[in-house]
């Protein structure tokens, strides 16, 4: 599951580097901007991938989120439970359509790149949510049935967002490539104000590295 920002980017980079052979997958789902999914694109190039696909479905149409919904605004602080930016059923849309092709392809493995730490307020990013798609994808797929077992693997779950960049870093990530920013500008230059870049800012800072990030109106 490749949306084209860091956390994503650097689950790519761990499954390379345990000797997965890579098909990427990115959502045109109906976000405020599409610079992420330039950036994916830029990422599966940059990590030679087998293929990369990129699947139109259209979560606008319910709503529900400031992620999809011109409507609601884009938070600039933290918010207590479940904040305004959590789609809904986004990471079950999104896994069911990864498991999908996944079984067309013969792939045992999907990774996500979710965090409980930092996105806690996600109930979608949670173990307990990742454990019971495993257990439906044994039931819901003919590969399932027929003795196959597919693993949902998530290794940035429990990493915060500092160590999830010294990782990838590590394994050769180019940050510089990614998108994290809820509201982006068609150049892909982040805003800096949203949570999702101020997270990324904070991860940067605590981690003790140059945050190459672009940010609009910057210089």
């Known amino acids: 599951m ?43 190039e940059a990590m030679r991938v087998i293929e990369h696909k990129v699947i139109r479905i259209g979560l606008e149409t319910i709503g529900g989120s400031a992620l999809t919904d011109d409507s609601i605004q884009v938070p600039e602080v933290m918010e207590e439970g479940i904040p305004v930016t959590y789609v809904p059923a986004r990471n079950t849309v999104f896994l069911s359509l990864a498991l999908g092709w996944a079984e067309v392809i013969g792939a045992c493995n999907i ?31 003919k590969a399932g049935v027929e003795g196959g077992q597919f693993k949902i693997d998530t290794p940035l779950i429990d990493l915060s967002k500092a160590a999830i960049i010294r990782l990838g870093l590590e394994l050769g990530v180019d940050y510089r490539l990614t998108v994290s920013c809820y509201q982006a500008d068609e150049a892909g230059l982040a805003c800096g104000v949203c949570d999702s870049c101020r997270l990324r800012a904070r991860g940067f800072e605590e981690a003790g590295v140059s945050d190459p990030t672009l940010y609009a109106g910057a210089g």
């Open 111 to 141: 990774f996500i790149g979710v965090n409980a730490v930092d996105y806690s307020g996600y109930p979608d990013c949670r173990p307990e949510f990742i454990r019971a798609f495993e257990k439906l994808a044994s039931l819901a797929t």
């Open 2 to 44: 490749l949306s084209g920002g860091l956390d994503s980017a650097t689950a790519l980079a761990i499954a390379r580097q345990q000797g997965f052979d890579c098909y990427a997958l990115s959502m045109q789902y109906g976000q405020r901007h599409v610079a992420e999914l330039k950036a994916a694109r830029r990422v599966a």
